[in-house]
């Protein structure tokens, strides 16, 4: 099995960075995708940034140039740096894998969300 090991989060003020971390453990064979997903309450779950193994990189709509993901080389792993942060980034940021394992079989992951918290 494949588990997906966050870091980072916690609270910050409005204009405030925070970076997320996300390591994938276990035997990943093939690496399709790999990203950030965030839900605030009430709301449904919105792709925040994530980059696929062509090395392209798609972002939500509300980022406007203020996130940015990256791919470790030597690790199954990605952060997210967000900066100039608004308390409508509050929010459970979910880690997301879409990876190949040694079986050849296709599995699309998610780690436990981590909260973000800005305050105005």
């Known amino acids: 099995q494949v588990e997906l090991v966050e870091s980072g989060g916690g609270s910050v003020q409005a204009g405030g960075s925070l970076r997320l971390s996300c390591e994938a453990r276990?035997?990943?064979?093939?690496?399709?995708?790999m990203g950030w997903y965030r839900q605030a309450p009430g709301n449904q779950r919105e792709l925040v940034a994530i980059?696929?193994?062509?090395?392209?990189?798609t972002y939500g709509n509300f980022v406007k140039g203020r996130f940015t993901i990256s791919r470790a080389n030597a690790k199954v792993m990605v952060t997210l740096e967000m900066n100039s942060l608004t308390p409508e980034d509050t929010a459970v940021y979910y880690c997301?894998?879409?990876?190949?394992?040694?079986?050849?079989?296709?599995?699309?992951?998610w780690g436990r969300g981590t909260q973000v918290t800005v305050s105005s």
């Open positions: 276990g035997p990943v064979f093939g690496f399709n995708a």
């Open positions: 997301n894998g879409d990876f190949v394992l040694p079986s050849k079989i296709r599995y699309d992951y």
């Open positions: 980059v696929d193994s062509g090395g392209h990189y």
